[in-house]
């Protein structure tokens, strides 16, 4: 038997959250419409959190969206799971803790397209394995529509926020990644999977990995054994198209294609490494796909 939690805004000892207003920035993403507004909370169970989703326009000049989610102060790490239909939103094994001293950060995770938004119905739930309890919301949700003739063409997740380990350790993580498609003189494509970040648990010799599908559709393809980070790829065969380091905090994969495909519904997860079928975070990761 479910049981239902519909949200309500809170004040107190949480703290009233006020409107979000139109022009505000969220990581990379210029705010033109948030729902709700202001932010309502899901609370039952001893489980009270904030969340909100957010459209606009990103810094490049693309379509932008943003979900985020934000604990109460004192409220227990909160496993959630947000879903619009059958796409995923954000699932989170654990929304992080925080004092009373100061109002808890929130968590977002946005994306970046060529498309537009939709408005739409979205389920949280949370608690016990994520389904213990449910919030109904409406939802800005991303309708992605790369063109797939373009010179270039990208999308990509950016995340924000603080995770929690499986033994109880609170980590700030701050990633981008993306898919690109890019052509050269003569017509000539690749694709390039990247990652930005600057945290140092996704850098070389840390804790955390990202798990990407994308690379089981690609199987000739992995990072060598010195590029251990931040993708997590086991059980490939390496080709000639190796990974590449793009910048002091930028490292990828590239690989040169004669047709491609985009795969809009895939999903990146985050992982420990020392655990990796249990992921801390999954959220929206689409890509360019070569064709075979």
Known sequence: MWLVAWGVAQSGSTGAIEDTPIGARTLNCV???????????????????????????????????????????????????????DTLLIDMARLARCDGSSPCEWFAVARYFDG????????????????????????????????????TASVGTEVAGTVVTADGRALDVSFTVKSRLVRGDGGAMSLIYEVVTTTPELGPGGELALVWP??????????????????????????????????PDSYGVELPVQEIAYAPDLTISLVERVNPEEALLVVPMPAFLPVR
């Open 31 to 85: 705010v033109d419409e948030a729902m709700p507004n202001p932010p309502e909370t899901a609370a039952e169970g001893g489980f009270s959190f904030f969340y909100q989703s957010l459209a606009g326009t990103a810094t490049d000049g693309r379509v932008c969206t943003v979900h985020r989610v934000r604990n109460f102060a004192d409220s227990p790490p909160t496993p959630v799971r947000w879903r619009a239909g």
């Open 116 to 151: 537009g938004f939709d408005r739409g119905p979205s389920l949280l739930g949370f608690g016990l394995n994520a389904d213990a309890f449910e919030v109904g919301t409406q939802s800005l949700l991303a309708v992605t529509d790369p063109d797939l003739g373009a010179l």
């Open 214 to 247: 994308v690379f089981e559709s690609v199987a000739a393809t992995a990072p060598p054994d010195d590029m251990d980070a931040p993708f997590l790829v086991s059980g490939l065969v390496r080709s000639a198209a190796g990974s590449i380091v793009l910048g």
